[in-house]
């Protein structure tokens, strides 16, 4: 299994060309775009036109047949010039993925050459009101219905619900023999009668906006399911990992365009005759933040590495761990980048500010830190659990 941490030609090429794509829109543009109460349509169409979106799709549906390494390298690059597309972890990543692996046929064909291509969308609903960080606890239910389903609940904090074709759903089915509950994934087309949506008021400044989904007995046919209904947690988990990886991947360039942006001004803002660089009062946590960056950049390849070797239960434990490791490096970094400024930090002008709340999203979603110290603490560690 190769799990160096030096990056193949191809792999750099890759990064440099994505790179390139970034820097000709920019934070500029993605501050547009916010403030217009856009989505970033451009970019995603110029990354899609370039093969980027579908880069860890199967090539026979129109993919760039890599793996997670590839699109985490992708969404890292975006984010390090400044305009990040978050949609990438839902869309391709989490759904792309989770159907490549276990969808039918007619689902692969019916959704990842436009998954790939961005003609098509998909957002990824998990999250409930009652459940928290515990999908054990999820109380959305499917229920047969003849030769089809039908699916009540609710879910929260489901990005792109606005501009997404369909949802994929995790609900849970009872289970025959047992009559437990167990976890299946669905999907909802975005016009299905009794699926309601309504934006949740964020203060997060972000193009992708946050709905909180009620499912009124929303009928779907047998086709829906995606996958093997005995077999909803390795399907589940078959998203989860990607997830994590992915919004490691955001995390990190997100707290290496702040770092840039930091540095440049500490070259350049001159106090006492030498640019405040110079003083290590300055220079010192700028550097810790740029070691800390490329620990939880490593730690998100190693992951990302695992995963696309097959190697499931590998890849679960490095994913969590470059969640966490990313999502600190990034809050940690905003935060300096911040104080570098000063008063600068807090202005429009600079745009740093809103990354302070935006950075916050990686330590919360899509699994908190502390749900990842647990799992850690027992998984790795052999410790009892604490509930």
């Known amino acids: 299994m190769n799990t160096t941490v030096v990056e193949t030609e191809e792999h750099q090429a890759l990064r440099a060309a994505v790179a390139a794509l970034g820097k000709r829109y920019g934070r500029n543009y ?21 093969g980027y979106l579908g880069v860890n799709l199967p090539e026979e549906y129109g993919g760039g047949g890599g793996g997670i390494s590839e699109l985490c390298i992708v969404l890292e690059e ?52 009652d459940a928290g960080s515990n999908s054990h606890r999820i109380t959305t239910t499917a229920r047969r219905d003849g030769d089809g389903w039908v699916l ?19 609900g849970r089915t009872e289970d025959a023999r047992t009559g437990r509950l167990k976890p ?51 399907q589940l988990f078959a998203g989860l990992n990607p997830e994590r990886i992915m919004t490691a991947a955001f995390a990190v360039g997100m707290g290496r365009y702040a770092l840039r942006r930091a540095v440049e001004y500490a070259k350049e803002r001159t106090v006492w005759q030498s640019p405040i660089g110079a003083h290590q009062a300055i220079a010192h946590p700028l550097a810790q933040a740029h070691i800390e960056l490329e620990l939880a950049r490593l730690m998100m390849g190693r992951a990302a590495a695992l995963y696309d070797a097959g190697d499931d239960a590998g890849a679960g434990e490095a994913a969590n761990m470059a969640k966490y490791a990313a999502a600190e490096a990034c809050v940690k970094t905003v935060d300096q980048a911040v104080h570098t400024l000063g008063g600068n930090g807090l202005t429009r002008e600079y ?36 509930y």
């Open 78 to 129: 975006l984010g390090a010039a400044g305009c990040p597309l978050l949609m990438m972890i839902v869309s391709p990543a989490i759904c792309g993925t989770v159907i490549a692996r276990f969808g039918t046929e007619e689902q692969k064909s019916a959704w990842l050459p436009g998954l790939a291509d961005g003609r098509l969308t998909m957002a990824f609903g998990i999250t409930e009101p």
């Open 351 to 386: 745009g740093l500010a809103t990354m302070i709340v935006a950075s916050r999203v990686a330590r919360i979603a899509p699994v908190s830190r502390e749900m990842i110290l647990n799992f850690v603490s027992h998984q790795s560690l052999g410790l009892p659990k604490s």
């Open 152 to 170: 009540t609940g609710r879910k929260v904090f489901v990005s792109g619900v606005d501009i997404a074709d369909a949802t994929l759903i995790v």
């Open 184 to 234: 299946c994934l669905f999907i909802v087309p975005r016009d299905a009668p009794g699926f309601g949506r309504a934006q949740i008021d964020m203060e997060l400044q972000a193009p992708e906006k946050q709905f909180e989904l009620v499912l009124d007995d929303v009928r779907l046919p047998a086709e829906a399911l995606v996958g093997d209904e005995d077999a909803g947690l390795l």
């Open 30 to 50: 993605f501050a547009q775009v916010v403030a217009a109460g856009k989505h970033p349509d451009e970019l995603w169409a110029d990354a899609a036109r370039l």
